[in-house]
């Protein structure tokens, strides 16, 4: 579905104008922790799917816990398995492209 | 499960967007209420009595305690980490807008008319508004993706969401009903006809004064279309009767003495001190006599500890905020003075949270609060309150 006047949307901008303050004395701590909050999110992300699927498979009697360990997925879903995990490793280390340094803009008034 | 939009443009999220949105909600919360607690144990217990063993006395304002933390971890942890939150907060919500902003838009198209909205598109738009993104959100208030785009109304909107982790009401609008029944409490026979929001954004509190007031003519205005144009969608679809005008708060439309109630909301802490001495005087132009110019705000620096003003300033130093200690450090009363006001018509006060609470209770609150500044004003926390001042025109 196109918008009204005929434009469509343009990707919408993730990254903020300006620099990123560094708070340690390397600011490679700053980028490793930064990227262990997105992978925590991620594994939160994933943690409730996991447990939500295996709440309404369970109430719906579709297998047992032990049907579950046994069970081995095909070769499509494994390439899938694969796309994902670099996305999952591209977000997590996003911080590596962030700029660190003083803001340009400064009260000047 | 995050919070959802109390409006028609609330979007529907998927199962892992929606763990990504209460991820970033739980952490703001640990770092803003557990660890920020931490590190002001460590700066009492160990930070401040060094600083005092070498300078034979406690640090005396924000910078001083600013510097003295600059070294210790839990500072290092607390900053880098409240900073990637942050950068979070607007990623996590820029994802669901993008994948439904077709029938967001066509939504908000819907719900806009020329009654609710007046753009201007020759209005040049500030230089702290084109030049910043404020609080490290992408695109800022003013980018426009498209020629009737919403785009940042969006983010802001979910993102506040996001971002005040439970702490603003459904509607995202406790501090205007805050301000607005504080007033209504303490000046029961100021019945504002006329009302004006400065910086109104998406009409979030915008909403509050129109709710109170509901007879009055209520008009926010914003230098930022996209804003508005979400604003005025949101306000339509909750059946409220608020106008939205893309205008300088520096020198708006209204004529001279027309107007019984300037409004803003953390909005003065976003203008350079220069705009803000002509905000004040432009409210005082357009106010009729005995009408009310009140504005929410961060506590002023001279009415606050050493360690609270480091941490209320932690936005300046580290969120895009340039201009907030600058606007701390002001006298609010000599600012009103200066714009015409009467010092003997300056008001200030602090208010509980209303959302929460009955009318009665607030009520009660208020009458019998001491109304002290404490480190619970104006900062996201359990038991906080929200800084007001203002002042009321002459009537002679
Ligand atoms: C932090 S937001 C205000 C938030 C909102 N009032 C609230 O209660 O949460 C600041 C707003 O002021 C707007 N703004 C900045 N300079 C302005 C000016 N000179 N005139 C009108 N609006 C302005 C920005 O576009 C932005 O929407």
């Not at chain 1, 980028?31 to 997105?38: E, F, P």
């Not at chain 1, 660190?100 to 400064?106: L, P, T, V, W």
């Not at chain 2, 005092?52 to 305690?65: F, N, Q, Y």
Request: proline share 3%; glycine share 4%; with cysteine.
């Amino acid at each position: 579905m196109a918008s009204e006047r005929g434009k469509t949307m343009a990707d919408i901008e993730r990254k903020a104008k300006g620099r990123q303050k560094a708070f340690f004395k390397d600011e490679a701590t700053d980028k490793i922790l930064s990227s262990l909050l997105v992978l925590l999110s991620e594994h939160w992300t994933l943690k409730q799917r996991v447990l939500t699927l295996e709440k309404l498979l369970q109430s719906k009697g579709c297998f047992t816990p032990d049907e579950l360990e046994e069970h081995e997925v095909d070769e499509q879903a494994k390439m899938e398995f694969e796309g994902m995990r670099q996305k999952l490793l591209a977000d997590v280390f996003a911080s590596l492209e962030q700029e660190y340094g003083e803001s340009e803009i400064k009260d000047e008034s | 499960m995050p919070l959802e939009l109390q409006h028609q443009l609330n979007i529907k999220k998927t199962l892992d967007e929606s763990s990504k949105l209460d991820f970033v909600a739980s952490l703001r919360a640990f770092v803003l209420n557990d660890m920020a607690n931490k590190m002001r144990s460590r700066y009492e217990d160990k930070v401040e009595p060094t600083f005092e063993r070498k300078h034979k006395r406690k640090p005396e304002s924000g910078t001083e305690v600013h510097k003295a933390l600059m070294d210790e971890q839990y500072f290092q942890f607390y900053s880098s980490m409240r900073c990637t939150a942050q950068r979070m907060v607007w990623n996590s919500v820029i994802d669901p807008i993008e994948r439904n902003y077709d029938s967001l838009s066509e939504t908000a198209t819907k719900l806009i008319d020329a009654d609710n909205l007046d753009e201007n598109q020759s209005l040049e738009i500030p230089r702290n508004v084109s030049a910043l993104d404020v609080h490290l959100s992408p695109g800022g208030y003013s980018k426009e993706y498209n020629d009737h785009d919403i785009t940042t109304g969006a983010i802001y909107d979910n993102g506040l969401a996001v971002f005040s982790f439970g702490m603003m009401g459904l509607n995202l609008d406790d501090i205007g009903m805050s301000m607005a029944n504080y007033i209504r409490h303490t000046f029961p026979d100021f019945k504002p006809e006329k009302i004006v929001d400065f910086g109104c954004t998406v009409g979030h509190n915008t909403s509050a004064l129109a709710k109170t007031w509901s007879d009055a003519e209520v008009t926010g205005i914003d230098v930022a279309a996209p804003l508005l144009r979400y604003a005025a969608a949101r306000s339509k679809s909750q059946n409220l009767n608020v106008k939205y005008s893309q205008q300088d708060a520096e020198k708006t439309d209204f004529p001279d003495n027309s107007v019984d109630m300037v409004f803003s909301s953390m909005f003065l802490h976003e203008l350079s001190a220069k705009v803000r001495k002509k905000v004040f005087k432009e409210a005082y132009r357009i106010l009729k006599p005995g009408g009310l110019m009140l504005h929410m705000e961060l506590p002023p620096a001279d009415q606050l500890g050493a360690y609270d003003n480091f941490y209320l300033d932690w936005d300046s130093y580290y969120n895009n905020e340039p201009y907030y200690k600058g606007f701390r450090a002001e006298n609010c009363q000599a600012n009103c003075v200066e714009a015409g006001f009467a010092e003997e018509d300056y008001l200030q006060f602090t208010t509980p949270q209303y959302t929460y609470i009955s009318d009665d209770e607030y009520q009660q609150k208020i009458n019998q609060d001491d109304q002290d500044m404490d480190d619970k004003v104006g900062r996201l926390s359990n038991e906080l309150s929200w800084y007001g001042f203002g002042a009321w025109k002459n009537n002679g």
